[in-house]
Nanobody, 120 residues
């Protein structure tokens, strides 16, 4: 069955860094666009970053541009999100997702999420 397993979340001080990883299985990873979403209580889920199947198309929400970097390794079926200069407003549950097409609105698969807390 399809599995997306996130890791790397935790508590970090403002200005710090974290690297989230997502291990995928059960589908043809190299054919899918991978994305990271985040959600905080009371707010809508937000698309943070996406990378297409070949890694040539990348997109970020404006609030993380210049601080976050998404990458993928199709040989290892993993996607990562390097998060630098973290801010308290980055606190959220972060979800790894997969969708077949770049322009597809909703992901086909979701991970269980990993908590990121930015606080002093």
């Amino acid at each position: 069955q399809v599995q997306l397993v996130e890791s790397g979340g935790g508590l970090v001080q403002p200005g710090g860094s974290l690297r989230l990883s997502c291990a995928a299985s059960g589908f043809t990873f190299s054919s899918y666009t991978m994305s990271w979403y985040r959600q905080t209580p009371g707010k809508e889920r937000e698309l943070v970053a996406s990378i297409n199947s070949a890694g040539r198309l990348i997109n970020y929400v404006d609030s993380v541009k210049g601080r976050f970097t998404i990458s993928r390794d199709n040989a290892k079926n993993t996607v990562s999100l390097q998060m630098n200069n973290l801010k308290p407003e980055d606190t959220a549950v972060y979800y790894c997702t997969a969708k077949m097409w770049w322009l597809q609105k909703s992901p086909d698969y979701w991970g269980q999420g990993t908590q990121v807390t930015v606080s002093s």
